[in-house]
């Protein structure tokens, strides 16, 4: 209804506006210039606190808190009514005070660490807009940006002639993505009978392999017990004899091979499987092979090339849209084939999310600016310091190897002196056990820098260093070592 007439009526704006349900229909809800005014202030402080102070290395990396102590601190209920802006900011201030910093210099803890600017303005940029990939009417330059930087990274690989491919929520899912594909080749009525209309499926993995290949197969209905881990040698390398003697114990018991995972760069121990043996192996029993270079690849610039969270490629030799046929589902209010435009550029049916992040556009831009060759200069200078730090490890007085580094992950032990002088048995391996986790305590309450540890195999728990960011200095390294023997000489 349109309120008053001009003779009854006070407030012309009132007036002449409409209500419905004792909504005020014509005025925007919020006001836009303290809308903007919070956002600016509240990059500000992001500015500040969460890119300059955390990646200070005068600050601390973590400012540790046990669980009841920081809901304390952070008051989480949530309430009937809302805050003020400023209160607000300052809730933005504590949420980047109590986190962990990744992006700090003596964050050694995960396979992802540093600042790269130009991904995290990427990463403002698609926020702010908020599009999602599933087709190029909503979003024609990140269809565009993810297309030309799958297009390179297949070039890279070595794929010249072609392929597929679809940038997705982690490694995790391109491991899934995979795991689909090859199945879907094997057995393309699984698709619409399900798993009872397939044989008994079983694919082959390292023992070293991610955990996310097994959560994949558990998933998918293959089953954790299809997945046979295949043994690899002391350096975590998976042993191509044992591969074709387990296809061959498979085959003898009816089961169906499809697929052999293998993996370049292992969790713990950064140890590449032999691909070339493997891909002997995979090619004898027609089996999908994926990591190497011969069906599919997973590859993460969220971890190596410091691209901030997320951004992850699957990708794919395959060039019969086995992607789009293993995944659509033609949603017909998305994908209507009679569009005004080239709908071969609506990707989003290849995908098993509907909303997805266009996360390649933060690659892309970072790609644009800093060129190959500086990617590549990035991940030289990054093996090179983790070089730099095994041969110190060598050096000092208390620490060990636990083997010699091929890739940017070192594990070593740390020996404080009360046992150095113990023979090299049980009680001595027993007592190592408990070193770590003692000095991860003491590392994390004091917020020096933060490197994880973990046991492995028959071997008591040793630190995993993983130097993957070319922020880090030689300086760094040396504090690593120091502040673990600080930390650690009494124990
Ligand atoms: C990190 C990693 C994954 C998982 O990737 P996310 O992006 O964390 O899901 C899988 N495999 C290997 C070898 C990895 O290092």
Known sequence: MVLGSP???????????LLKDDVLLDAPAQDTSSMEDFIHQSMAVVLEEAVKKATDVREKVCEWRPPEELMELL???????????????????DAIKYSVKATHPRFFNQLFAGMEPYSLAASFITEALKPSLYTYEVAPVFTLTEDAVLRKMREMIGWEEGGDGIFNAGGSMSNMYAINLARHRQ???????????????????????????????????IGTKNVYAVPSDDRGKMVP??????????????????????????????????????????EKHDLWLHVDVIDSVSWNPHKMLMVCLQCSA?????????????????????????????????????????????DAFKLWLMWKALGSRELEQRV????????????????REGFRLVMEPEFENICFWYI????????DGPEFWKKLHNVAPVIKERMMK??????????HGDKPNFFRMVVISPQVSRQDLDFVLEEMHHLGQDL
Do not use: W
């Open 241 to 282: 004899s044992a591969l074709q003697e387990q296809i061959q114990t498979a085959k003898s018991k009816g089961e169906v091979p499809f697929m052999v995972n293998a993996t370049a760069g292992t969790t713990v121990l950064g140890a590449f499987d032999p691909l070339d043996a493997i891909a002997d192996v995979c």
């Open 446 to 455: 004091t917020g020096s820098m933060m490197i994880g540890y973990q046991p």
């Open 7 to 17: 003779e009854s009526c006070s407030d012309p704006v009132r007036c002449s506006s």
């Open 314 to 358: 699957f990708l794919v030799r395959d060039m019969t849209s086995l992607l789009q046929r293993s995944h659509s589902a033609r949603a017909s209010y998305l994908f209507q084939q009679d569009k005004f435009y080239d709908v071969s550029y609506d990707t989003g049916d290849k995908s098993v999310q509907c909303s997805r992040k266009p």
């Open 187 to 221: 057995c393309p009525n699984i698709k619409e009978h399900g798993s009872s209309a397939a044989p008994p499926l079983v694919l082959f993995t390292s023992q070293e392999c991610h955990y996310s290949i097994s959560k994949a197969a558990a998933l998918m209905g």
């Open 416 to 423: 404080p002196p009360s046992l150095r002088n113990l023979p």
């Open 75 to 93: 008051d989480l209920e949530l309430r009937d009514k809302g805050e003020s802006d400023s209160k607000i900011l300052e809730r933005c201030r």
């Open 380 to 395: 030289d200078r990054a093996l090179a310091m983790a070089r730099y730090f095994a041969e110190e490890i060598k050096k």
